[in-house]
């Protein structure tokens, strides 16, 4: 029986006041999606399979292991809640953690839970999403998993200190851009790090404050 499912609708100022001061003793938070070498996340048709073709290879390298490893919670919006099936997230997921999504329209049934993961449903906005990610995650990182648009509002919002992007070796023409905001040419990056893992380029940069 599906339990835990919690809806909030916070004071997003407030939430947002006291979010850099828990982020500097807790964990960082770290956006990351996959995308092809031209810069989108989708095909036309909001296909992923193309980018994601190495899933099941990725199973239980260090690649994976560790950044399972370091998550403590997860944020992802609707469109990537639903792109599967969340009933079936409980031992499957490669996160059994606390994951926060955002929509205005939590479904009216509940997913699935268990004790390690339980879903949230945030109505008011990305700043409140990460305060809450940040407590449920606690020393650990919270990842955010998608989609676009919830990485291009947080790193608008000055909300993540890591952005991770993997690069596939796939031309989509046409598609879902990953940054698609003009925005965004005021967030600065530090490279990190450069990993090839199998058939894609793994980017890792920190987001200068």
């Given at each position: 029986?599906?339990?835990?499912?919690?809806?909030?609708?916070?004071?997003?100022?407030?939430?947002?006041?006291?979010?850099?001061?828990?982020?500097?003793?807790?964990?960082?938070?770290?956006?990351?999606?996959?995308?092809?070498?031209?810069?989108?996340?989708?095909?036309?048709?909001?296909?992923?399979?193309?980018?994601y073709?190495?899933?099941?290879?990725?199973?239980?390298?260090?690649?994976m292991n560790?950044?399972?490893?370091?998550?403590?919670?997860?944020?992802?919006?609707?469109?990537t809640?639903?792109?599967?099936?969340?009933?079936?997230?409980?031992?499957?997921?490669?996160?059994?953690?606390?994951?926060?999504?955002?929509?205005?329209?939590?479904?009216?049934?509940?997913?699935?839970?268990?004790?390690?993961?339980?879903?949230?449903f945030?109505?008011?906005?990305?700043?409140?999403?990460?305060?809450?990610?940040?407590?449920?995650?606690?020393?650990k990182?919270?990842?955010?998993?998608?989609?676009?648009?919830?990485?291009?509002q947080?790193?608008?919002?000055?909300?993540?200190?890591?952005?991770?992007v993997?690069?596939?070796?796939?031309?989509?023409?046409?598609?879902?851009?990953?940054?698609?905001?003009?925005?965004?040419?005021?967030?600065?990056?530090?490279?990190?790090?450069?990993?090839?893992?199998?058939?894609?380029?793994?980017?890792?940069?920190?987001?200068?404050?």
């Amino acid at each position: 029986m599906a339990r835990n499912v919690q809806w909030f609708d916070l004071d997003t100022t407030a939430a947002a006041g006291a979010l850099r001061e828990r982020r500097q003793r807790l964990g960082k938070v770290i956006a990351g999606m996959t995308m092809s070498l031209d810069g989108f996340v989708a095909d036309p048709d909001g296909n992923v399979d193309r980018l994601y073709s190495d899933l099941e290879s990725l199973q239980g390298t260090p690649y994976m292991n560790d950044t399972v490893d370091e998550t403590g919670a997860v944020i992802m919006g609707r469109k990537t809640f639903e792109m599967g099936d969340p009933d079936s997230y409980v031992g499957t997921y490669e996160f059994q953690v606390a994951i926060f999504v955002l929509t205005q329209h939590p479904p009216r049934t509940p997913p699935k839970q268990d004790d390690r993961l339980t879903f949230t449903f945030v109505r008011d906005g990305v700043a409140s999403a990460v305060a809450q990610a940040t407590a449920a995650a606690g020393e650990k990182a919270v990842q955010v998993v998608g989609g676009a648009s919830v990485v291009q509002q947080l790193l608008q919002a000055g909300l993540v200190d890591e952005l991770h992007v993997d690069v596939m070796p796939v031309l989509l023409g046409a598609g879902l851009r990953l940054f698609d905001q003009a925005d965004l040419k005021r967030v600065g990056l530090e490279t990190l790090g450069v990993e090839t893992v199998g058939q894609r380029t793994s980017l890792r940069f920190r987001v200068a404050r």
